[in-house]
């Protein structure tokens, strides 16, 4: 990446004398840079105003190698023009046009033969389709958006799939008083991609906290590697589109097919990536992990400090939604406040101090001292008459501090300005502390993850066949330690009577066909059979059906229902989900996911994201979940997914869990092309 971020000379390959061009306009940009910057323009060649018929001209001219070629020509013409500058020395390239495989058609070739020329020549090449990118400390501005140039340098990085969204995120930061170290914008990522760029960051120590943006992906492996390998080092807070449906924008903005977002939104998590949901929340994100990151902790506690009980509340609710811990203080902290606080006070957490007075920064410091707590989050209006906030965070003590403040903007910028060197993030609403506190949280828990390797549970190996009928796929169940009901196949009434005979009742009856997934849409299932009348009845509707064989199972206690599952994903591999089962599955799609492999654990802890999870605490006299249980289960099939390439996806729904533990009810087995899976584990 060198060559294109830090090069030491650049080249415009159609730069004009057209103020208005876009050749024009990206050399007025790039004349802020110290090095080497040259116009090449063979048509409109005059070297006293340092257009130059081409780059080896430019190059002997200048004396002094040109790296990074920006082209501002149309498409139909990059790939020869990338190739000349190639012949002139450049490295790297840097493609603004569109019109490339975002418009289809002829677009599709000439997309084609740019990355064909980029190859043969060996030259790096961002975009194309893209407005550039920012360097601001070493004075490239690589970008033809207007006023890019007042983005100061900083210690936040930016790797967004849209340059739009690029440079959108670069003037907040600025806004914020953050600038950033790199700033760069994809577009249709034909050869560089957010992997290359969040790998090149990894080595660069002027980064503190990276922000994420993310419209599709083509090699899920790859980026997950560099999440996790950057985040070893620094936080990435990720946002990820396609919440809604929007796959047909966002293809004919980058010509790429857009990612699923929750498994995107999963892989990105599990790799160790803060997840947020707008450009907003990026920002605030970013301004607490540039400046503060915690150690890694499963559950850290966060201490609330308010001078205002309303925006206190607001904050508090907020975190709580997000499941943030915010623990009761010690009785040594409680009595220490009540030291420190008038009566009316609420002294536990959050803790209001009222109108903030003289003992503020004591109370910041017992609320630090506290064992529960790992975090401090105060909230105060800007009154520089009765608050010196940074005397105040100073005299407290507090190294662990994000505060969030509100009143006229140039006394909140004075405080940021003032916090800021001291390592003190300062947001400008609850909302935005929240999202703050969030995510330095969840890095912490994302830390704490170790990578799992296997679910630990033996006999998740290969196995024999391709095709699975239901009783099939229990066997293959049962031989992994889950359970499943007593059952029977059969094909005649004979055999029928008998396995009512020697199950007992009540007996669930289905249609036996590995073809046949949903077998209630064809009146497949018949449940509650207890005598021989019922199961001459239940048989001839399923004989009518076509049926020619039968399962019989004992029916399980009732309980609650589940889907748990593994299922491999065409760009991240194997995926291992769990949700609310039966209908509910598809009529809501309330799951959760995680890539495979994975831990009983980390299930078990996705289970709290489900919308209806309270269901699983023991709602109307059911029994509460075992969380581990369903995690172990779900961790058993990614391991198996893992282990055999044929299957495409292995499915329990549901997996019941009843007062006698859980029970695979139903299970389906879906084969896949070899040749398929080896392309997706690439």
Known sequence: MEPLFAPRGVVVIGA?????????????????????????????????????????DAATALGAPLDLAVLCVPAPASAGALTEAAAGGVRAALVCSGGYAEAGGPGIGYQADLIEAARNAGVVLLGPNTSGFLAPALGLTATFVPGAASVPAGTVAVVAASGGVNHALAFLLAEAGLGVSLAVGLGNAVDVTAADVLTHLAGDDTTRAVALHIESVTDGPALTAAVRALTARVPVAALVLGRNDVADFARSHTGALSTSWRVTRAALRQAGAVLVDDERQLVDAVTALSLVRLPARRHPGVGVVTAQAGPGLLHVDGLRGHGVTVPPLGEATTARLAGLLPPLTYQANP????????????????????????????????????????????????????????????????????????????????????TAVT?????????????????????????????????????????????????????????????????????????????????????????????????HQAL???????????????????????????????????????????????????????????????????????????????????????????????????????????????????????????????????????????????
Do not use: W
Request: charged share 20%; with cysteine.
């Open 351 to 434: 803790v209001d101090t009222g109108r903030p007075g003289e003992t503020f920064p004591q109370v910041i410091a017992a609320v630090t001292a506290d064992p529960a707590i790992d975090l401090v989050s105060v909230y105060a209006l800007a009154e520089p008459d009765s608050l010196d906030l940074p005397a105040a965070l100073a005299a407290s003590g507090c190294t662990r501090v994000v505060v969030a403040t509100g009143g006229p903007a140039s006394e909140t910028a004075g405080l940021r300005e003032a916090l800021r060197p001291r390592g003190v993030a300062v947001l400008g609403s609850p909302a935005a502390l929240t």
């Open 540 to 682: 001839d509707i399923l004989q009518t059906a076509g049926a020619r064989r039968f399962l019989a199972e004992r029916m399980a206690s009732p309980g609650v229902d589940l889907i748990v599952g593994a299922v491999r994903d065409p760009v991240f591999g194997p995926m291992v989900l769990v949700g609310f089962g039966g209908v509910m599955a598809e009529a809501f799609a309330d799951v959760a996911t995680t890539p495979a492999p994975t831990t009983g654990a980390e299930v078990a802890d996705l289970l709290g994201e489900l919308s209806g999870q309270p269901l699983l605490n023991g709602f109307r006299g059911a029994p509460a979940v075992d969380r581990q249980a369903v995690g172990r289960v779900a961790a058993v099939l990614g391991d198996l997914l893992i282990a055999n390439d044929q299957m495409e996806s292995i499915e329990i729904n549901p997996l019941r869990f009843t007062a006698e533990g859980v029970i695979a009810l139903d299970a389906v087995v879906t084969a896949g092309h070899p040749d398929t899976q080896e392309g997706a584990r690439r």
């Open 439 to 535: 995510a330095l949280v969840h890095d912490a828990q994302s830390q704490s993850r170790a990578r799992a390797t296997s679910s630990g549970t033996a006999g998740a190996g290969r196995v024999d066949g391709a095709v699975f009928d239901e009783d099939q796929a229990k066997t293959l169940l049962t031989s992994l330690g889950i359970t499943t009901p007593q059952r029977r196949v059969y094909e005649t009434r004979a055999e029928a009577e008998q396995a009512l005979a020697d199950l007992g009742g009540p007996l669930a009856m289905k249609l036996l066909d590995a073809s046949v997934t949903h077998k209630t849409d064809i009146d497949g299932v018949h449940l509650g059979i207890t005598e021989q009348a019922g199961l």
């Open 16 to 56: 004009s004398r057209d103020r208005s061009k876009l050749g024009a306009v990206m050399s007025r940009s790039l004349s802020r840079f110290p090095g080497p910057v040259a116009g090449v323009n063979p048509r409109d060649a005059d070297p006293g105003q340092g257009r130059f018929a081409s780059v080896a």
